[in-house]
C-alpha cells in the first residue's frame, strides 16, 4: 500500500490521463485562440497541429486525437477557465512561457492579429500568470521565426 501511495504522488508515475488532460487543455487554448476573430480556417487548423505535433513530438495519429478531443471540450465549455487553471496548476513558469508562445504562433497563422486575438492572449497570461514582458518575448520571437513584421 505504501508503494502505491508513492507512486500515486511520484512525477514520474504520473498518470497517462494526466497528461492528456493538460495537453488537451492546452489544444483547447490554441483552437480558442484560433477562434478568437471568428475565423477556423484551414491555415489555422494546420498550424494547431503543427505547433502540437513539434513541440508534444506527438504522431500524427496522437495529434488528431488530442484535437479532436479539445475541439470537443472546447465545445463543451462556455468559458477558458477550466484550461487556463489546469495549465496554472500544472505546468511550470518557463513551460507556460513556451505555451504562451505557441499561442502566439497560433493567431499569427493568418499573418494578422486582430484586436480580439491580443486581448484573449492578454487574458490567457494574466490567468495563467505569464507577465506582459515574457510575453512580449515570446511574441517577438515568434514574428522573427514566422518573418513577420510586428
Known sequence: ????????FSKEAEPASALDE????IAALMIEAALSDETYCETEKEMVA??????FDMTDKEVLEIISEAEKTHANSDQ??????TVKETVDFDDRVHIVEMLWEIVY???VLSDYEANLLRRICGLIY???VESGKA?????ARLGISG
Do not use: N
Request: hydrophobic content about 40%.
Open 1 to 8: 500500500m505504501l508503494s502505491q501511495l508513492k507512486k500515486l
Open 109 to 111: 497563422a493568418d499573418g
Open 130 to 132: 505569464v507577465d506582459d
Open 139 to 143: 511574441r517577438k520571437r515568434v514574428l
Open 50 to 55: 503543427s505547433v502540437l505535433k513539434r513541440h
Open 80 to 85: 477558458i477557465l477550466y484550461f487556463t487553471r
Open 22 to 25: 493538460k495537453t488537451t487543455a
